[in-house]
């Protein structure tokens, strides 16, 4: 493991963090990568916003249209941890309901998000 990583840049959101990493190599920086906290207002078909923050989904049935987004995250290649991110979910309940719905979060490449130093 390499013992000297990268400082990262602040991010002033998700889709900055994804970006980011689209170009760098998260191996370099992940012992710089902490947990947060997300808030997230998803309208639903009355219009109405309602806030959620990342992981406070505990218990609460997925939508069709989250699943739909599941979908799509996954096969845009992004890691679980974006996608529990975008979602307001945690990265176990996305491999859980990925795995339900036959999803695949399998890196189709890999060297991308996670490659080995030599």
């Known amino acids: 493991m ?3 990583s990268k400082n990262l840049p ?3 959101s998700v ?4 970006a980011f990493f689209e170009t760098h190599d998260v191996g370099d920086y992940w012992e710089k990568l902490s947990e947060v906290q997300v808030e997230v207002s998803i ?3 009355k219009g109405t916003a309602s806030k959620t923050r990342t ?3 505990t218990g609460k049935r997925w939508t069709a249209t989250q699943v739909k987004q599941l979908r799509q995250l996954a ?3 992004l890691p679980t941890r974006i996608i529990g991110l975008k979602l307001g979910r945690t990265e176990s309940a996305i491999r859980t309901k990925a795995s339900e719905k036959g999803v695949s ?3 189709r490449n890999q060297s991308s ?3 080995r130093k030599k």
């Open 2 to 4: 390499k013992e000297n």
């Open 10 to 12: 602040v991010f002033r």
């Open 15 to 18: 889709d900055e963090l994804v």
């Open 43 to 45: 309208r639903n078909s």
């Open 55 to 57: 992981g406070t989904n």
């Open 75 to 77: 096969s845009q290649n």
């Open 105 to 107: 979060l399998k890196s």
């Open 113 to 115: 998000f996670y490659r």
